[in-house]
């Protein structure tokens, strides 16, 4: 859950910048639209997300890795993102698929 919070989140927080990629006009149109709900769910998921890896293994622990986790979902969002269209969309199911899981079982 906590992995899938740090996806959302920086995928939000990342849709808000101007380097966003041209081409996903819609989800840029959708996250410009409400520019500054983005930014705060963005940031409530990330702070959610903390307190998510803090409560399983203690804060320290906790922290670094959602810091490692960041760190990874940052990156691989804007080398994805950069190279094919279609990764997004995949991106998208991939997280939708993983919280239907949690929440189902």
Do not use: Q, W
Request: glycine share 6%; net charge positive; hydrophobic share 60%.
């Amino acid at each position: 859950m906590a992995i899938t919070t740090v996806l959302l989140g920086s995928f939000l927080l990342y849709g808000t910048s101007k380097y966003f990629p041209e081409k996903f006009l819609k989800i840029r149109y959708l996250v410009a639209k409400n520019r500054k709900m983005a930014k705060l769910l963005g940031c409530s998921l990330l702070l959610l997300s903390v307190m998510l890896f803090s409560l399983k293994n203690g804060f320290a622990t906790g922290f670094i890795m959602f810091a490692i986790t960041l760190f990874l979902a940052l990156s691989s969002l804007v080398i994805s993102l950069s190279v094919h269209k279609k990764l997004i969309y995949l991106f998208i199911v991939i997280v939708v698929g993983d919280l239907l899981t949690l929440i189902l079982f």
